[in-house]
């Protein structure tokens, strides 16, 4: 599984709590194990990415 932590541990990695519609959460959980990631980094890993990234992705 790919992780957003790297090897220094959770320096500068800040907990936050989020609210999402449940369908967009299953979409994502569903992108997350089809790529082999976990459901936070898939959602880091998306919201890092260039608008064009995240355009080809769809």
Do not use: D, F, W
């Not at 541990?9 to 989020?18: D, E, I, K, N, Y």
């Not at 992108?31 to 980094?41: F, I, P, Q, V, W």
């Amino acid at each position: 599984m790919n992780s957003i932590i790297g090897a220094h541990g959770t320096a500068g990695v800040v907990q936050t709590a989020l609210r999402m519609p449940l369908p967009l959460r299953e979409k994502l959980k569903a992108e997350a194990k089809t790529l082999g990631r976990s459901l936070n980094t898939h959602i880091v890993m998306r919201l890092s990415e260039e608008p064009e990234e995240a355009t080809a992705q769809k």
